[in-house]
């Protein structure tokens, strides 16, 4: 019994478990290094292929040809104007890796199944798409694409493809692969059931002649041109070794012919803490990109990234993968060490969204009317709303009104719109005219019941819950009571399907040219659509319908402007604002400039020689 | 042995029931002496009293409405005309318990009985009588006083209800402690002190509520389990099992996300995951009990059940039970500010556990005064009944009683 | 004790059914389907997509069947022994197949692979606290037992209960603004277990090219003082309360009276013999610490961003994220029971007197 278990025997145990675990860990570092011996070895054997097929090209004198080879349109490098431009800067310089921050690691890189917004900011900077926009005039230019014909009904799109396009692996870019691409995307096993959707309108798409695609539109739509231009295209050779559900199972099979390339296209995984890391094709069509690398670096917490931006260990903080909140940024703009060495601005972007107030026009879904079924009423609380106040006090001034779905930046708004006013007094008068009188403190509806209503929200919004509780206040002096309804996101959704809320208060991702369809026109209504407010008028859908089917630009913006009045007029929502985008971008990123969709491109930046700090 | 044999069946029950409980009431009074000898047992009753204080008389404490105002010339008292039915019926149990508690004359029980008909009167009719306006603008009085409007105004000790969110001065928010607002503001731009004082109402009514709905269901499924032995307990002893096993807190969130949370749909969900405990003991002691003497006569005479259940065995076993629901309460409190704090638990109300999930903003930035103050009142609270509950159990524990 | 051993893991499956199928119920029946795949980065929701996705993961995951078609659906999947199922969705053969936990319909991964990265940084937290836990409860209850009511003793005891009862929420939060901060102390890291950079360190510190590199121990080591710091005070404080009354009984019994008599030096006698016989009681609460500091590792996670199980819960709750919940309940519950009866087994063994046959 007493030599049952001694200290000596503990300490014992305890030596062996140490000694187990370092052992283990000692082997799992072994692993990595050889992870990585493996992945050198890749990288020096595509090398060493590059530098065989160039010195193969170099003896037949097939580079030199290649310049002077014309294809159908205009000089090989159309449409990288502003890219030729930046590297034609005294101290361009090429090297150095650009690096960035996500806050979620993206569930897949494989094209088009996953949505995640994360997931769509790497792959652009692999795939490419037949046309771009000028990010300042916003017309398109040619990328894959070098020409393009619009038929007279306009139904039908034929696109010529560039020449001497290939993709990161070598193989050629043909009018095979855009047809393999929209083929893949409207395969019904394919997991991507929203982006099917866009392409509801297309007919067939064929193949011409090698470099000569066709598509084929069933009705006239002003988005078929977007859609079709903007897609990303996938190289058949290499997609289509995969059946449908791998593809659907992968997790990281991403290969495209754009500047920057996976360097390992069929091994992904997402790895918490792993950074992203795309790197330089070499075999880009187009002009050489600066950098060697272009690293995405996972960074959860917000404040975390903050901390790593001004640290230094980040070159970018803002935009698409997630920015400073207005109070951050005032913080940042007061720090004088950082402004040194940053360059930080405020942008008005199309693609930021807007806010709004949805006026719930029925009790439910095909209830009674609401008080809100009045556009009068509806006009009345737009004016109660102290919009400029809300941007300057509760978004720090980083937000602008709007009056309008349409950002005002695009050709889409009617710029001769002026908003309704905050004007309280005004206001009354509208109500009164409604029927809404006050009786004592309470301002009561035409059926002489007292007004009140609940504003619902996403809970885990701090800034939207600041704004329900403004609104409360500011209702409050006009006699009307306005409860915050904060619900948790799947509970929400399930109200606003269930179209059982009073006042929602929500915000929409925004467009270049956005399509006010799918929220205000009548037939959304029905189903889990999205016009939740169940929004009816005929008017409107009539307009919506006809600015639909012209595919004309300069035809079809007069009827939006249209429109835009009739939002002004009719109210559907209280159009809020629409934040700015903040942005924080290290001075060591040259050839940063402002253009009229935000900042303009990567491929446009570059690290002057003397400013490069990550060498290989 | 022969009092009980001579014992007539009918007045049996009665008897033993009225002896047992004059002499617990005796015993009750020994723990009672005992337990409040012991300074940790005093600091947590003076903190806890005060609390109590504190919840009941909130409104009057911190408001934004001026207790008295003199206005155009009259005199009015916006504080009292909002007044919410649920303050005026705190105020009615706090005054008549207090009366009825000094004066000497009726018993006690009849005393009892008294205040559980006031109460239950004002909780029937308070809420139909007292109705307060439904629009606030608490703005309103500091504008007037700003403008001269107002000839002579008293204000409550902390002039701001904690859903003033100071529509007037919104840049006030998230201000560090000054001499207007003595804790600083919150992110709502609402006075922290404020916020905590109604807190403690939620704090104190969660703690108490929930645990009793535990110690109710947690007493009847132990009973039973303890006392019908057989495939009774065994189907108990799998439910107790389920409901300890199970994540605790993946069970509340997901009861929380069924329902959207309010105060007493907190509390039912938190007493109906926290029973367990108090099932075990209570099934421990009734399987010992069972086989004592005094039941078996029970039985014997043909007492009902619930009869034998709940007059004579419960109260010989209360004791493990009271201990354990004094560290309930304490584990009540922490759950529902650890849910308030993930963002799952309340968010209308003010609680200490959402005040302290503001404490840490987006960017990092760390305002100390929401960290400390909230974080400090449920500590203390908590404190406060483990001291209770550690001094409760050193009093009835028996074997430290022949040690002193 | 083989047949109560093999009765109590019998009785374990229709506990763990129990389990899952309330946690089941719970979810099916609370409002809001599937809502983290419609939200883009903003929480902003992209018009028109809403009725497509939806359609879609409800014909994928089943979401239109009766709720016990589906939990009848999430028991075949995870059974050794069912129905097998074809790639369509319908039922295949019937016989032995590869359990399997799902696919989590927010990430579209196999639930195994999130389970497999997030269960190991949940254990490594807790494992890494439990020698600190006994190892700061063992000496403090020794020490104070010795010194009975020694200035010491006076301080643990008035502490040891101080420390219980403070939130983890608030030590949490207070540690992260004062330590963690750049405004104060900035002394340690604010959330996550690694840095960014972590991937490419070696295990060991090296001086490397660009310079000292601390190596991925000590960076994850750096990384876990706070949390396992809120996660361990409360429960030594506990230890330390039980240490030294199980310490205190033992000195009041008979045979350390004997040994006294005997002559025994006061210091052999606890160190030889008290000592053994006090660690029962923390043998047997040591089953229950384990189940007990996952609960607790749940805020932790969620405080500190350390992506374990705990905080997979969480997130998989909020957004409704069934087969995940489901799983991250049947491994807690699997713990939860399992630790019960290793208690009960280890008590067993310890204490001769006690047997369940």
């Not at chain 2, 908590?382 to 159990?393: H, K, Q, S, T």
């Not at chain 3, 927010?106 to 940084?121: F, G, K, T, Y």
């Not at chain 3, 003793?153 to 030590?171: E, G, H, K, M």
């Amino acid at each position: 019994m007493e030599n049952r278990f001694g200290i000596k025997d503990f300490f014992l145990f305890l030596l062996i478990a140490v000694l187990i675990g370092v052992v283990f860990l000692a082997m799992e570092q072994y692993d990595r290094q050889w992870a990585m011996i493996q992945q050198t070895n890749n990288l020096l054997n595509q090398q060493t292929n590059d530098l065989s097929q160039i010195r193969r090209l170099l003896e037949r004198g097939a580079y030199v040809s290649a310049t002077t080879n014309p294809s159908i349109a205009a000089s090989p490098m159309a449409g990288f104007e502003r890219v030729i431009k930046s590297h034609q800067m005294p101290d361009y310089a090429q090297g150095d890796d650009l690096v960035d921050t996500l806050s979620v690691v993206p569930e897949k890189l494989t094209p088009y199944i996953s949505n995640e917004a994360a997931s769509a900011i790497v792959q652009s900077g692999v795939l490419d798409s037949l046309c771009a926009r000028d990010p300042n005039t916003l017309e398109w230019i040619p990328q894959l694409s070098d020409s393009w014909t619009i038929s007279k009904d306009q139904l039908t799109f034929d696109f010529q493809i560039r020449r001497g396009v290939t993709f990161s692996d070598g193989s050629p870019l043909t009018a095979d692969d855009v047809v393999f691409t929209f083929d893949l995307i409207r395969n019904d096993k394919f997991e991507d059931p929203a982006l099917r959707s866009y392409l509801d309108m297309l007919g067939p798409v064929t193949k011409i002649d090698d470099y000569h695609v066709r598509f084929v539109f069933k009705k006239p739509y002003f988005k078929s041109f977007e859609t079709v231009a903007g897609m990303g295209i996938l190289s058949k050779a290499f997609y289509s070794k995969y059946s449908i559900d791998d593809l659907n199972n992968s997790t990281g099979l991403l290969i495209g012919s754009g500047p920057y390339r996976l360097p390992d296209p069929t091994g992904w995984r997402p790895a918490p803490g792993t950074p992203i890391i795309l790197a330089r094709n070499e075999r880009f069509w187009g002009p050489v990109p600066s950098f060697n690398r272009m690293v995405w670096k996972i960074i959860e917490n917000p404040a975390a990234r903050a901390t790593a931006f001004q640290n230094g260990d980040t070159d970018i903080f803002g935009g698409q993968t997630g920015g400073p909140s207005p109070d951050q940024y005032d913080k940042m703009c007061a720090d004088a060490a950082l402004l040194a060495r940053t360059h930080h601005w405020a942008l008005a972007v199309p693609s930021e969204g807007y806010f709004y107030l949805g006026w719930n026009e029925k009790q439910g879904r095909d209830g009674k009317p609401t008080v809100f079924a009045d556009p009068r009423v509806r006009r009345a609380m737009t004016m109660l709303t102290d919009r400029e106040r809300i941007v300057r006090d509760i978004l720090r001034g980083y937000a602008f009104v709007i009056n309008g779905p349409f950002s005002p930046m695009t050709p889409q708004a009617d710029p001769t719109i002026k908003g309704w006013p905050y004007d309280p007094v005004a206001a009354q008068k509208l109500l009164a005219e409604a029927g809404c009188v006050m009786q004592g403190d309470r301002l009561c509806g035409p059926d002489g019941k007292p007004i009140e209503f609940k504003i619902l929200y996403n809970s885990s919004s701090e800034i939207r819950k600041r704004i329900a509780s403004y609104l409360h206040d500011a209702y409050a002096v006009a006699g009307i009571v306005a409860t915050p309804q904060p619900q948790e996101w799947s509970v929400m959704l399930e109200s606003i399907n269930n179209r059982q809320y009073d006042v929602l208060l929500g915000a929409w991702t925004g467009d270049i040219e956005g399509d006010p369809y799918q929220i205000f026109h009548s037939s959304q209504i029905a189903g889990q659509g999205d016009n939740f407010i169940q929004y009816s008028d005929p008017k409107m859908d009539a307009v919506i319908e006809k600015a639909r089917a012209i595919v004309d630009d300069s035809l079809r913006m007069p009827v939006w402007h249209e429109a835009d009045r009739l939002f002004h007029e009719d109210e559907p929502y209280t159009f809020l604002f629409m934040e700015k985008d903040l942005d924080f971008i290290d001075d060591r990123c040259h050839g940063v400039e402002v253009t009229k969709t935000g900042l303009n491109g990567s491929l446009e930046w570059y690290v002057p020689q003397s400013l490069q700090k990550y060498h290989d | 042995m022969t009092e009980i044999g001579t014992i007539t069946p009918l007045g049996h029950g009665e008897l033993l029931a009225t002896e047992s409980a004059s002499s617990s009431r005796s015993y009750f009074r020994q723990i009672v002496d005992s337990v409040l000898r012991r300074v940790g047992a005093i600091l947590g009753a003076i903190w806890i009293g005060t609390l109590v204080l504190l919840a009941v008389f909130s409104p009057l404490i911190a408001n934004s409405h001026p207790c008295l105002m003199e206005k155009d010339g009259h005199w009015s008292s916006p504080m009292l005309a909002h007044l919410s039915a649920g303050d005026v019926i705190l105020q009615t149990l706090f005054w008549s318990g207090a009366v009825l508690y000094f004066i000497p004359k009726p018993r006690r029980q009849t005393r009892l009985i008294l205040w559980i008909c006031v109460s239950v009167l004002a909780i029937g009719i308070f809420p139909f009588i007292i109705n307060p306006p439904t629009i606030v603008e608490y703005q309103i009085y500091r504008e007037d006083q700003q403008a001269g409007k107002i000839e002579k105004v008293f204000y409550a000790p902390i002039p701001f209800s904690p859903d003033d969110h100071l529509f007037d001065q919104m840049e006030m928010r998230l201000t560090a402690p000054s001499r207007i607002h003595w804790m600083g503001t919150t992110s709502d731009s609402a006075d922290l002190l404020s916020n905590m004082i109604y807190a403690t109402r939620i704090a104190l009514s969660i703690g108490f509520i929930s645990t009793g709905i535990a110690l109710i269901i947690g007493v009847i499924i132990g009973g039973l389990m303890g006392y019908y032995v057989g495939w009774i307990d065994l189907l108990g002893m799998r439910l107790v099992e389920i409901f300890d096993a199970i994540p605790t807190l993946l069970l509340l969130l997901c009861f929380v996300a069924i329902f959207t949370p309010n105060l007493y749909i907190m509390m039912a969900i938190i007493g109906a995951t926290s029973w367990v405990g108090y099932a075990y003991f209570i099934r421990a002691e009734f399987l010992s009990l069972r086989q004592r003497d005094f039941v078996q006569a029970a039985r014997a005479a043909g007492l009902p059940v619930r009869s034998i259940l709940f007059r004579h065995m419960l109260p010989n076993g209360l004791t493990p039970l009271i201990v354990s629901a004094s560290f309930g309460v304490a584990s009540a409190i922490l759950v529902e500010s650890t849910l308030s704090f993930l963002g799952i638990g309340l968010v209308n109300e003010a609680s200490w556990g959402n005040l302290l999930n503001q404490a840490v903003g987006e960017g990092g930035t760390f305002y100390w005064w929401i960290a400390l103050y909230p974080g400090l009142a449920i500590f203390l609270t908590v404190f406060a009944y483990n001291l209770i509950g550690e001094a409760l159990r050193d009093a009835l524990d028996p074997k430290l009683q022949e040690n002193k | 004790m083989f047949a109560y051993i093999i009765r109590r893991l019998l009785l374990m499956f229709p506990t763990l059914l129990g389990i899952t199928a309330l946690v089941f119920f719970t979810m099916a029946f609370s409002p809001g389907g599937i809502g983290g795949p419609l939200l883009d980065r903003s929480g902003n929701m992209r018009g028109g997509q809403q009725q497509y996705i939806r359609a879609y993961y409800e014909k994928r995951y089943g979401l239109n069947q009766p709720k016990l078609v589906q939990y009848a659906r999430w028991l075949n999947l995870i059974s050794p022994i069912g129905f097998r199922s074809n790639d369509d969705g319908t039922l295949g053969s019937f016989g032995l197949k590869w359990p399997s936990l799902g696919e989590s319909m927010q990430q579209h991964r196999p639930v195994m692979d999130l389970i497999a990265e997030s269960l190991p940084i949940t254990l490594l937290l807790n494992l890494i606290s439990i020698p600190f836990v006994y190892g700061f409860g063992v000496v403090t209850g020794i020490i104070s037992a010795r010194h009975r009511g020694g200035w010491y003793d006076t301080a643990t005891s008035l502490s040891q209960l101080a420390s219980w009862s403070v939130p983890t929420i608030w030590a949490g939060v207070m540690l992260i603004g004062l330590l963690a901060n750049r405004q104060y102390i900035k002394l340690f890291p604010t959330s996550g277990l690694h840095e960014p950079e972590a991937v490419f360190m070696p295990f060991l510190p090296h001086f490397m090219a660009r310079g000292w590199n601390c190596g991925w121990l000590f960076d994850t080591a750096w990384h876990l003082v706070l949390p396992v710091v809120c996660l361990s005070y409360g429960s030594s404080a506990f230890l330390t309360k039980l240490m030294r009354g199980s310490i205190l009984e033992n000195l009041d019994s008979d045979y350390v009276r004997t040994a006294r008599a005997k002559g025994v030096a006061e210091r052999d006698v606890l160190y030889r013999h008290v000592f053994r016989n006090s660690l029962l009681a923390l043998i047997t609460v040591a089953a229950s610490i384990l189940p007990a500091m996952i609960g607790g590792s749940v805020v932790v996670e969620s405080i500190f961003s350390i992506p374990g199980m705990g905080k997979l819960g969480v997130d998989s709750v909020q957004f409704r994220d069934r087969e995940v919940v489901m799983a991250v309940t049947l491994i807690g519950g699997l713990i939860g029971l399992l630790s019960q009866i290793l208690r009960d087994i280890i008590y067993a063994m310890a204490d001769p007197r006690v047997s369940y046959e």
